[in-house]
């Protein structure tokens, strides 16, 4: 974590210095849309994360062990996977279940399997979005190679992890 924080903040800084070299770039527009963005997670971000708890206190671990964890094997990578596709919400929602997840037993390349079905499938956005913008033809296309690639990322993290 202290790794991914230094990173963004070497790669803001950077933006920065190249920003102030040109004079189109006006840093208080840009302080302004980034105040834009990060408001509304000030307020989101603490909520999503303390009902994840409750979440993560009212299900039962030995649930997640069963049917998520490290022993589960590729069919906990299977359920994952779909787990993962129907998972609703952004990040705000995801990432708190995710380690609400992890704090519950669920194994690494499970919660690959279900970080990647969240991210490739995700059923809520292509309802939403995709299936009315692009149409059945390339979303059923999209969905036969992500519902390859999704359990293949949990596998490759089995093999490896």
């Not at 903040?9 to 070299?21: D, F, K, Q």
């Not at 299977?78 to 995801?94: H, K, R, Y």
């Not at 309802?127 to 992500?146: C, D, H, K, N």
Request: proline share 6%.
């Amino acid at each position: 974590m202290l790794y991914a924080y230094l990173s963004v903040l070497a790669l803001t800084l950077a933006l920065g210095v190249l920003g102030h070299r040109h004079e189109h770039v006006r840093h208080r527009a840009v302080l302004q849309g980034a105040w834009q963005q990060l408001a509304p997670l000030l307020i989101r971000l603490p909520i999503a994360l303390i009902a994840a708890s409750f979440l993560g206190e009212l299900i039962p671990q030995a649930l997640f062990g069963r049917w998520l964890g490290e022993n589960s094997g590729f069919i906990g990578i299977l359920i994952a996977s779909v787990l993962g596709g129907v998972l609703p919400g952004g990040p705000v929602v995801a990432f708190p279940l995710i380690l609400v997840f992890e704090r519950a037993g669920v194994g690494v390349p499970q919660l690959i399997a279900l970080l990647t079905g969240w991210s490739c499938v995700a059923l809520h956005r292509t309802l939403a979005f995709e299936l009315p913008t692009l149409g059945w033809p390339f979303v059923w296309r999209r969905w036969l190679v992500s519902m390859i690639l999704v359990p293949m990322a949990g596998l490759i993290a089995l093999a490896w992890l």
